[in-house]
Each structure stands twice: as structure tokens, then as C-alpha cells.
T-cell receptor
Framework: DAGVIQSPRHEVTEMGQEVTLRCKPI?????LFWYRQTMMRGLELLIY????????DSGMPEDRFSAKMPNASFSTLKIQPSEPRDSAVYFC????????????FGSGTQLSVL | GQQLNQSPQSMFIQEGEDVSMNCTSS?????WLWYKQDPGEGPVLLIA?????ELTSNGRLTAQFGITRKDSFLNISASIPSDVGIYFC????????????FGTGTRLAVRP
């Protein structure tokens, strides 16, 4: 099993540019989660989907952030325009059950906005 | 958002030593989870706890759900170099599916 696949692993961009992070969940998992990890705030849930439908986006910090899940095997998290304070590691996780203990995390995307 | 407080923040120990870390909150949680994050990777679940007072083991790891439901503990016995990483606790307040609140992490380094 390939696990949750995220790309790119690292992204360096300049302030104001659009950033798109990608995630392929584990096949058969109906739930997909986007988390952000920073030193200051730790791991925070941004948004999660169930059967490709966004269920809770209350963690999305601003309108500059948007997430989509066009099909069961692909999701994107987009930041437009990016700012230096968006620098963080962004994790995607998937699960076949809403139970948090069944979450499988990807390896993350390290984002640096200069 | 709210975070759970973990202590210690970091530990540097000798291989073979036992490790203890804890996680505390001002709120009650109904589920406690412990994760390990290796450098450059995402968190991986180690142990899940569902009842106050519960003690659960996973190999050399043992975790306990505090009786007050406001804390949890993780012990690692006879540490080895591959135990290096960041250990996170996470709490869930309500029913299954409620948002997880993650701890601040304990960074563990093991000297061979």
C-alpha cells in the first residue's frame, strides 16, 4: 500500500505567488484531512472532506486558503496570494472512518514563502 | 487554538534508559492518542486510549489515560536509537470524529 502521497515535498516561493499542494489519499478512504504544522501553533486541522464534500472548513485561516477534492483520489490545498506567515509543513491525512485514531498521515509538504 | 501542554519539551537520554513524558490540559478529553513523528515524515499513531485509568502497551511503549481525564502519560522502556523523534499527544473531547487537539510535542534524542 502506497500510503498517503503528497507533492511537492518541498516548495519555496515568493510572497504573492500562488501555491498549490497536492494529496492522493489511500484508496478506499472516504475521509481526507488537511493539517498545518508550525512551531508556534503545533498541528492544526484546516479542513476535512467526506466523500469529496467539504464538511468542516472552520480551521482555514483566511480566504486566501482554499481546498478542493474533485474526486476520491485527489485533493488540493491552494494559497493565493501566499505570505511569509504561511510558511509551515502542510500534512494531508486520510481515513476510512471518521474516528481520529484511524488517521494515516502523508509525509507533508514543507512550504517556505520568502 | 487550544493546545495540550506536553513536558518535557525535549529530552536527551542514553540508549537503554527509560523515558517518561506527559500531556496535560485544563479540559476533559474522552480519548487520548499518542503519535510519533520521525524527521521529515508525518505523525504515526502509537497508542489510543479510551477510558479513564486505562493502561495500554505497544511493545516497549506504555500509555495511561489519567483518572481526571485531563492528562495522559507515555513511557518508553529501554530506549533505542530509533526512538528518536517527536512524540505528540492528542485529545478528543466528544464523540468519535470530533476534532483532535494536539500537544506541543516532546522531542526525544537518544545517545548510542
Amino acid at each position: 500500500d502506497a500510503g498517503v502521497i503528497q507533492s511537492p515535498r518541498h516548495e519555496v516561493t515568493e510572497m504573492g505567488q500562488e501555491v498549490t499542494l497536492r494529496c492522493k489519499p489511500i484508496s478506499g478512504h472516504d475521509y481526507l484531512f488537511w493539517y498545518r504544522q508550525t512551531m508556534m501553533r503545533g498541528l492544526e486541522l484546516l479542513i476535512y472532506f467526506n466523500n469529496n464534500v467539504p464538511i468542516d472548513d472552520s480551521g482555514m485561516p483566511e480566504d486566501r486558503f482554499s481546498a478542493k477534492m474533485p474526486n476520491a483520489s485527489f485533493s488540493t490545498l491552494k494559497i493565493q496570494p501566499s505570505e511569509p506567515r504561511d510558511s509551515a509543513v502542510y500534512f494531508c491525512a486520510s481515513s476510512w472512518d471518521i474516528s481520529n485514531e484511524k488517521l494515516f498521515f502523508g509525509s507533508g509538504t514543507q512550504l517556505s514563502v520568502l | 487554538g487550544q493546545q495540550l501542554n506536553q513536558s518535557p519539551q525535549s529530552m536527551f537520554i542514553q540508549e537503554g534508559e527509560d523515558v517518561s513524558m506527559n500531556c496535560t490540559s485544563s479540559s476533559i478529553f474522552n480519548t487520548w492518542l499518542w503519535y510519533k513523528q520521525d524527521p521529515g515524515e508525518g505523525p504515526v499513531l502509537l497508542i489510543a486510549l479510551y477510558k479513564a485509568g486505562e493502561l495500554t502497551s505497544n511493545g516497549r511503549l506504555t500509555a495511561q489515560f489519567g483518572i481526571t481525564r485531563k492528562d495522559s502519560f507515555l513511557n518508553i522502556s529501554a530506549s533505542i536509537p530509533s526512538d528518536v523523534g517527536i512524540y505528540f499527544c492528542a485529545g478528543q473531547k466528544g464523540s468519535s470524529g470530533d476534532k483532535l487537539t494536539f500537544g506541543t510535542g516532546t522531542r526525544l534524542a537518544v545517545r548510542p
